[in-house]
């Protein structure tokens, strides 16, 4: 069994300050990479950065310089810094790893339960 678990999210003020975490535990082999998106009321779902094995990190332009993405590859988990938050950024954000499955490592995406971020005054 693999579980991949968010925590954070909530309601904040524009120009506030959020950490999502997101880990991931159970029978996981190595992880490729991890990954975060939201999806906004009414639209598509977006990546908004993704960090590889070797710490490679990309952002959607709408984040850049706001959001920043890192890991703890001890824990398994992937977190998502969020700075100077706009109501432009409110959705449901999950986050996806991108991991091996054991014992047959056969790569597979494992997605998070999804955790709503609001931004409003």
């Known amino acids: 069994q693999v579980q991949v678990v968010q925590s954070g999210g909530g309601l904040v003020q524009p120009g506030g300050s959020l950490r999502l975490s997101c880990a991931a535990s159970?029978?996981?082999?190595?992880?490729?990479?991890m990954d975060w998106y939201r999806q906004a009321p009414g639209k598509q779902r977006e990546l908004v950065a993704t960090?590889?094995?070797?710490?490679?990190?990309d952002y959607a332009d709408s984040v850049k310089g706001r959001f920043t993405i890192s890991r703890d590859n001890a824990k398994n988990t992937v977190y998502l810094q969020m700075n100077s938050l706009k109501p432009e950024d409110t959705g449901v954000y999950y986050c996806?790893?991108?991991?091996?499955?054991?014992?047959?490592?056969?790569?597979?995406?494992?997605w998070g339960q999804g955790t709503q971020v609001t931004v409003s005054s």
């Open positions: 960090i590889t094995k070797g710490g490679i990190t």
């Open positions: 159970g029978r996981i082999g190595s992880i490729n990479a």
């Open positions: 996806n790893v991108r991991a091996r499955r054991l014992p047959d490592l056969l790569s597979l995406d494992y």
